[in-house]
């Protein structure tokens, strides 16, 4: 399988990768409310085990919903989503020992690590819009690091507002 073909194939099957950004959006619109009514320890743990729900949801949404075959067997795709995934992961880990010592940092680090593992996406569905999706989260979370951009809610809501914006559009583009 040559690399647009599997490219071609993931974008069909998972909707162009639309579908999982907006369920993450919509995670981290879920931990928005819960870091400002119950503080950011409870934020970030909506936002990790929330995390956890994203691929099964954006896949029953694929399947069930938008009515999407399973990509191709042997797509070297998806274990590139997967391998970025766990990297991420671990950095969410990292982001959540900073909870005892600067929780102000959690949130900021959790953006920077969810919007640098985007940047594989560009390559696992051969589209050049995850790197700008990538490259604006990332730069939210140094924003709620070095305030060097005003970001009106907080680091939580602009990458809830920034992946549900890039999940429609990814999803509307990919269903024409």
Excluded at 73 to 93: C, D, Q, Y
Excluded at 96 to 117: C, E, N, Q, R
Aim: net charge positive.
């Amino acid at each position: 399988m040559q690399i647009s073909e599997a490219q071609s194939d993931l974008s069909r099957a998972y909707t162009g990768g639309g579908p999982g950004v907006i369920i993450s959006g919509l995670i981290w619109t879920a931990a928005w409310l819960a870091e400002t009514r119950a503080g950011i320890a409870t934020g970030f743990g909506v936002l990790f085990f929330g995390g956890m729900l994203i691929y099964p949801a954006a896949l029953l949404v694929n399947r069930v919903f938008l009515k999407r075959a399973k990509e191709l067997a042997g797509n070297p795709g998806g274990p590139l989503v997967m391998e970025s995934t766990i990297a991420m992961i671990a950095g969410l880990f990292a982001a959540w020992l900073f909870l005892k010592y600067d929780p102000a940092l959690v949130m900021p680090l959790s953006a920077i690590m969810v919007g640098t593992h985007y940047f594989a996406f560009r390559t696992a569905y051969g589209d050049k819009l995850f790197w700008l999706l990538a490259a604006l989260v990332t730069v939210a979370g140094f924003a709620g690091i070095y305030s060097f951009v005003p970001l009106p809610g907080g680091v939580t809501l602009t990458v809830a507002i920034i992946e549900v914006l890039f999940g429609v559009f990814l999803t509307w583009r990919n269903l024409r």
